[in-house]
Structure formats: structure tokens, C-alpha cells
């Protein structure tokens, strides 16, 4: 695959949907980076924009929207913001809770030997109190209301005028929030030396960072699907 050298990265995840797979791979921010060009995002990752390309081609024989990576542009706005609550939200409020005890338990054992251990617990509580008010919001105010829009303009009725205005102004401080969560992840794994226990880690450890990174990656797609198809096509149509 070719690329321009001023493509953004979330015009290659539009055109290429399980792209994201290679780029998560690499340590390429698609999500709250979207709107880098590509050859910047590969600078920043240490990678080189050749390398990249050659992955996907040779991803799934260069089918660009298969291996169960949907075309999510191809499907209505409300569909789309029920699967990332269905899939995304409920997964994030079940990991964090649960991660949560589970970090207390092995800074209890590690933490004066590991003091890094705290500073990730750190972290993943301030993720905590950022994400849990942030899903509410999408949930109870902003998918609501692109549903009601999306409805309108399919039955040809005029578009319901929302409190805030305008959906620019829920999806600016939607996408300033998941900036800080992007930040907090990326403290985290620096932190955890990228999910690598140490050699003498006991399974607790091993399960804690091994969660860690997974919740990293389901909420790299999560935020993916909103900042880069969910609100710009809002937008769009409510232009």
C-alpha cells in the first residue's frame, strides 16, 4: 500500500477498517492521534512508514475489511453507539472494577520493592474517575440525542435543537477526555515497562499487567470508533 505523505492516520483506518490491528501492533496511536499524518505517527512510534505498509498488505492478503473488523461507516450512527457501549463501555466498567482489587493485592506484596506499582495504581484510579462520568455522559446526553437526530433526518422531520447547542460542543469535551485518558495509558505502560512483569513475578502480577494491556487496547478501539467515525459523521450530518 502506498501512502501520501500528508494521510492522516485515521484516513488509512477509514479506508482499511482492521488496520488497527497492525498499528496497535506497532505502537501507533490511532485513536486520539488520528488526525497525524502517517509519516509523523511512524517517527513517533520508531517505526518507518515502508514498514507499515508492508504489514498491511500482507494483512489478510490486503482485504480491507475483513478478519471481524466491521466497515463501521456503512452502518446508521445508532447502531454504531449501541455496540460501543454494549461492547466497550460495559467491558471498560467491568475491567476497572475488577482490576482495581486486584492491584491492591499486589501492592500490598510488591509495592516497597516496586514502588512503581503505586504509581500505576495511581494512575488507573484517576483512569477510573475520569472514564466512569465520561461513559455516563455519552450515555444519558450525546448518543441519545445523535439517535434522535439520526432519526429525524431519516423520516424527513426537523433536527430537535439540544441544550449544548450544537453536538460540536459535547464532542470537543468528549474527545478532551479521551485525550487524558490516551495520557494516563500511555503513564501506565510506561510505567509497567509495557506490560512486562519482572522474572520473579507471581501470578497476580503476571494476570495485573496482562489486564492492563488489554484494557488499553479494547479502549484504544473504543476510542477510535468515537473520534473517528461516530463524531465526525454526527457532525456531518448535523451540517
Not at 182 to 205: E, Q, T
Request: glycine fraction near 6%; proline fraction near 5%; aromatic fraction near 6%.
Amino acid at each position: 500500500m502506498q501512502f501520501n505523505n500528508n494521510a492522516t492516520v485515521r484516513e488509512i483506518v477509514m479506508r482499511m477498517p482492521n488496520a488497527t490491528r497492525v498499528l496497535e501492533k506497532m505502537g501507533i496511536d490511532y485513536c486520539c492521534g488520528g488526525t497525524r499524518p502517517i509519516t509523523e505517527a511512524c517517527q513517533a512510534a520508531g517505526v518507518t512508514v515502508a514498514e507499515v505498509a508492508q504489514s498491511l498488505e500482507q494483512l489478510d492478503g490486503g482485504n480491507h475489511v475483513s478478519g471481524g473488523s466491521k466497515d463501521w461507516q456503512a452502518e446508521s450512527l445508532t447502531a454504531l453507539a449501541t455496540h460501543i457501549v454494549n461492547k466497550h463501555h460495559n467491558f471498560t466498567r467491568e475491567e476497572l472494577d475488577s482490576i482495581e482489587p486486584l492491584l491492591a493485592k499486589v501492592c500490598s506484596v510488591y509495592g516497597e520493592r516496586a514502588p512503581e506499582l503505586l504509581q500505576i495504581q495511581s494512575r488507573v484510579l484517576e483512569l477510573k474517575g475520569e472514564l466512569l462520568p465520561h461513559m455516563k455522559k455519552e450515555e444519558n446526553v450525546l448518543f441519545p440525542y445523535i439517535a434522535q437526530m439520526e432519526n429525524a433526518i431519516g423520516s424527513g422531520q426537523p433536527v430537535p435543537v439540544p441544550m449544548f447547542g450544537t453536538v460540536c460542543n459535547p464532542v470537543r469535551m468528549m474527545m478532551a477526555e479521551h485525550d487524558t485518558a490516551g495520557d494516563l495509558l500511555r503513564s501506565i505502560r510506561l510505567l509497567s515497562n509495557d506490560f512486562n512483569p519482572p522474572a520473579d513475578g507471581c501470578v497476580s502480577y503476571q494476570t495485573l499487567y496482562r489486564r492492563l494491556q488489554e484494557l488499553e487496547q479494547d479502549l484504544h478501539q473504543h476510542i477510535h470508533l468515537e473520534n473517528n467515525i461516530l463524531f465526525p459523521r454526527a457532525i456531518e450530518i448535523e451540517g
